[in-house]
C-alpha cells in the first residue's frame, strides 16, 4: 500500500450527519501536498474533511496512532465522490481514549488523521504538530509532539485524559515570574518531567515603544517584530534542552510558554523546520494561534500579571497587534537567523543539532 503525504489543518466543524461534505477552503492552509486531511471535533463527533483521494474512500478508527488498520473499526464508506475532488463525513467518536483516523481510497492511497487542537476542558492552544509533511514527504508522526499555552487551568479529567496520552515531558518555557503566579499541578502519579529554566522575562526593550505617550498598532508591530528577532537566541539554551529530550525519546513531549504563541511557536517552527516540513506549513502552523489562543481573565485573588495588566489598559488595535502572531513576526526570526549565517549554522552551533542529529530526528519522529 502506498502512503500519500499529507499536510494536516484544523478547520471549524460544521456538523450535522454522517454525509459528504465539502471541505472549506484553505484558511490555515499549510502547503497541500499529493492529499490532504483535517479532523475537528464538535462535542461527541468529529468532521473529518479531505481532498485528493479517490472516488471511494473507507474512514477507519484506529486505537493508536501507527496502528494497522486490521486494528480499527470502519466508521463509514462513502462512494461517488468526485475522483480526487474533497469530500468529508462526520463521525462519533468519544472524546477519551483519542481516536484516530485512517482514510483508504480504492487505489490504495491512505491518510492518517487526528484532531490537531486537543479537546481540554482547562487547556488552551493544546495542538498536536503530527500530520505536516516533512523530509521525503513522510508525516510528522501523531501523538508525539505537542504545543500548548499555560496548563495551570487543567482539570482533574483533563490530566487523566494526558496521562493515557502518555505525556513524558513538558518543556515549560514561562519565566520564574510566570511559573509562581500560574503553577501547575501535575497528579505525582503521573507527573511527567518538567524542565524550567530559572530567569526573569525582560519584556524593557519591548515596553520601551509605549513610553513617551501614545502608540500605534504599527509601533507595536515593529516593536514585537524586533523581539522575535532575538527570540531565537535568548531562548536557545530552551530550545537546545528541548532538542536534547527529543533526540533522547523523552517522548511524548509538550512544550509551553504563557500564550503558546511566542516562545512556544518559535519552537514549533524549529521542530517543524528540523523535520523538514517546508518553511510555509510551519509558518501556517505558528499563524494558528490567532485562532486557537484566548486570553483568559485572572482568576478572583491570583497575582497580578505586570504584562497583562498592561495590555487591557491599551487600545483594542495596539493589544491585539501585541497578543496575536503575525506573519511579519515569526519572519524576523528566521531573517535573523539566515543574517547570522543561516540555519544549519543556527542548528549547529545554538542547539547542538548538526546534519546527523537532524537525520535522527526525522527518523525518529516522521512516519514511514
Known amino acids: 500500500m502506498r502512503l500519500i503525504r499529507s499536510a494536516v489543518i484544523a478547520i471549524s466543524l460544521l456538523g450535522g450527519p454522517p454525509a459528504a461534505i465539502q471541505p472549506a477552503a484553505a484558511r490555515e492552509a499549510a502547503v497541500v501536498a499529493a492529499a490532504s486531511a483535517e479532523a475537528e471535533r464538535a462535542g461527541a463527533a468529529v468532521t473529518i474533511r479531505w481532498q485528493g483521494l479517490g472516488s471511494r474512500v473507507r474512514v477507519w478508527q484506529l486505537p493508536a496512532p501507527n496502528a494497522r488498520r486490521g486494528q480499527g473499526r470502519l466508521l463509514a464508506t462513502l462512494t461517488g465522490g468526485a475522483n480526487g475532488g474533497g469530500a468529508g463525513v462526520v463521525v462519533p467518536a468519544a472524546i477519551s481514549p483519542r481516536p484516530w483516523f485512517l482514510l483508504q481510497d480504492e ?102 515603544a509605549f513610553r513617551g505617550g501614545d502608540v500605534t498598532p504599527e509601533q507595536a508591530r515593529t516593536a514585537m517584530a524586533g523581539f522575535y528577532r532575538q527570540l531565537p537566541y535568548n531562548f536557545a539554551g530552551d530550545y537546545r534542552a528541548m532538542f536534547a529530550e527529543l533526540l533522547a525519546q523523552r517522548v511524548p513531549l509538550a512544550f509551553n510558554c504563557s500564550a503558546g504563541k511566542d516562545r512556544t511557536g518559535m519552537a514549533a517552527v524549529l521542530i517543524l523546520l528540523a523535520l523538514g516540513v517546508d518553511r510555509e506549513t510551519a509558518i501556517a502552523d505558528y499563524l494558528l494561534s490567532n485562532r486557537h489562543y484566548r486570553p483568559q481573565p485572572p482568576k478572583p485573588g491570583a497575582p497580578v500579571d505586570p504584562s497583562m495588566a498592561m495590555f487591557a489598559r491599551l487600545p483594542p488595535a495596539v493589544a491585539q497587534a501585541l497578543m496575536g502572531v503575525e506573519r511579519a513576526y515569526i519572519e524576523a526570526s528566521l531573517a535573523e537567523i539566515e543574517a547570522r549565517g543561516g540555519l544549519d549554522r543556527y542548528f549547529s552551533e545554538q542547539l547542538g543539532i548538526g546534519a546527523g542529529e537532524r537525520a535522527r530526528l526525522q527518523a525518529l519522529y516522521l512516519a514511514d
Not at 125 to 153: C, E, I, Q, T
Not at 180 to 197: I, Q
Open 107 to 208: 487505489r490504495g492511497g491512505e491518510l492518517r488523521v487526528a484532531e490537531r487542537v486537543l479537546p481540554l476542558a482547562g487547556g488552551m492552544n493544546f495542538r498536536d504538530l503530527g500530520g505536516y509533511a516533512g523530509a521525503g514527504g513522510k508525516p510528522v508522526r501523531w501523538g508525539v509532539l505537542y504545543r500548548s499555552a499555560v496548563m495551570a487551568g487543567l482539570t482533574a479529567e483533563d490530566f487523566q485524559y494526558l496521562t493515557k496520552l502518555g505525556i513524558r515531558t513538558v518543556c515549560d518555557f514561562r519565566a520564574n515570574g510566570e511559573r509562581s503566579r500560574e503553577p501547575v499541578a501535575w497528579p505525582a502519579a503521573s507527573a511527567p518531567k518538567v524542565l524550567t529554566r530559572d530567569y526573569e522575562l525582560d519584556i524593557g526593550p519591548l515596553m520601551a
